[in-house]
């Protein structure tokens, strides 16, 4: 198995994140149908659409939430559809979420070193059972995580309850969470939601430093138009489960699909 994954390793010129005809359906209802769009390496991808376009849906199934029931998922070479929900983050994939998913009764600093374990899973074993190796593990989880927490201008806060902290710097901490697996790509489902103005500024310049200085592509679910465009490379429109344009964010904002998801069908033809 192992050596059949390595050998299918893309190269460094093929897209990290290939979505390809991936459709799922729940019941009755097509959540999304056969959608496809690549996400280049070192890319800041925008991912938009009205409620209920299936950006959320297609979130879960990278993250192997959810099973798609036709389509191909390749990232860095692999096929995601084929791998385990447990490889996920040893593979490169972070992500964070809409509705915080942090251990609240935990310290910030502990819920990054969960991170920082959940990329080598066997660490939490290993330091139970006092195995060999396990002292070295501990101490670069620990150095890894005072690094992120650093990073990210969480100092201050190492050694909080999350629970008590406020909304926005909860989900810093999340972020870093999500930073600790060392991913290629990362995946960032509503990063706006909930915060100030303040902190709206700040966010943008976090996304492209992490593009800019750690090399991490980037793929957003984000309602927060002025964001999403301004900090896109690209941006994929989703609307019934379909792609309905791809593009710049110049391109897309302007297309009539776009328009007339967002602003009904009578805004295109006033447009036109």
Same mark, same amino acid.
């Given at each position: 198995?192992?050596?059949?994954?390595?050998?299918?390793?893309?190269?460094?010129?093929?897209?990290?994140?290939?979505?390809?005809?991936?459709?799922?359906?729940?019941?009755?209802?097509?959540? @999304?149908?056969?959608?496809?769009?690549?996400?280049?390496?070192?890319?800041?991808?925008?991912?938009?659409?009205?409620?209920?376009?299936?950006?959320?849906? @297609?979130?879960?199934?990278?993250?192997?939430?959810?099973?798609?029931?036709?389509?191909?998922?390749?990232?860095?070479?692999?096929?995601?559809?084929?791998?385990?929900?447990?490889?996920?983050?040893?593979?490169g994939i972070g992500r964070t979420f809409q509705?915080?998913?942090?251990?609240r009764s935990m310290t910030v600093l502990e819920?990054?070193?969960?991170?920082?374990?959940?990329?080598?899973?066997?660490?939490? @074993?290993?330091? #139970?059972?006092?195995?060999?190796?396990?002292?070295?593990?501990?101490?670069?989880?620990?150095?890894?995580?005072?690094?992120?927490?650093?990073?990210?201008?969480?100092?201050?806060?190492?050694?909080?309850?999350?629970?008590?902290?406020?909304?926005? /710097?909860?989900?810093?901490?999340?972020?870093?969470?999500?930073?600790?697996?060392?991913?290629?790509?990362?995946?960032?489902?509503?990063?706006?939601?909930?915060?100030?103005?303040?902190?709206?500024?700040?966010?943008?310049?976090?996304?492209?430093?992490?593009?800019?200085?750690?090399?991490?592509?980037?793929?957003?679910?984000?309602h927060n138009m002025g964001l999403v465009m301004?900090?896109?490379?690209?941006?994929?429109?989703?609307?019934?489960?379909?792609?309905?344009?791809?593009?710049?964010?110049?391109?897309?904002?302007?297309?009539?699909?776009?328009?007339?998801?967002?602003?009904?069908?009578?805004? /295109?033809?006033? #447009?036109?």
């Amino acid at each position: 198995m192992r050596q059949a994954m390595v050998a299918e390793r893309s190269t460094g010129a093929d897209p990290l994140l290939r979505i390809e005809g991936v459709c799922v359906r729940f019941g009755g209802i097509v959540a @999304l149908d056969g959608v496809s769009f690549d996400v280049r390496r070192g890319e800041i991808c925008g991912l938009i659409g009205p409620n209920g376009a299936g950006k959320s849906t @297609l979130f879960n199934v990278i993250s192997r939430l959810y099973a798609a029931q036709a389509g191909r998922i390749g990232f860095d070479g692999f096929d995601l559809t084929r791998l385990a929900r447990d490889r996920m983050a040893a593979l490169g994939i972070g992500r964070t979420f809409q509705n915080l998913a942090l251990f609240r009764s935990m310290t910030v600093l502990e819920n990054v070193l969960v991170g920082c374990h959940a990329r080598h899973h066997a660490g939490f @074993l290993r330091n #139970a059972l006092r195995l060999p190796g396990s002292r070295r593990i501990e101490e670069a989880a620990q150095a890894q995580a005072h690094e992120l927490v650093e990073f990210l201008g969480l100092m201050r806060f190492a050694h909080r309850l999350v629970a008590d902290l406020p909304f926005g /710097t909860q989900k810093r901490v999340e972020l870093a969470r999500a930073l600790a697996c060392q991913p290629k790509l990362l995946l960032l489902d509503e990063p706006a939601c909930g915060l100030n103005h303040e902190e709206l500024q700040g966010l943008g310049d976090l996304v492209r430093r992490l593009r800019d200085r750690r090399g991490i592509t980037v793929l957003l679910v984000e309602h927060n138009m002025g964001l999403v465009m301004g900090l896109s490379d690209k941006v994929v429109a989703l609307n019934f489960g379909r792609r309905i344009a791809e593009g710049t964010p110049t391109e897309v904002q302007a297309h009539p699909d776009v328009i007339a998801a967002y602003l009904g069908s009578d805004a /295109t033809e006033a #447009a036109a």
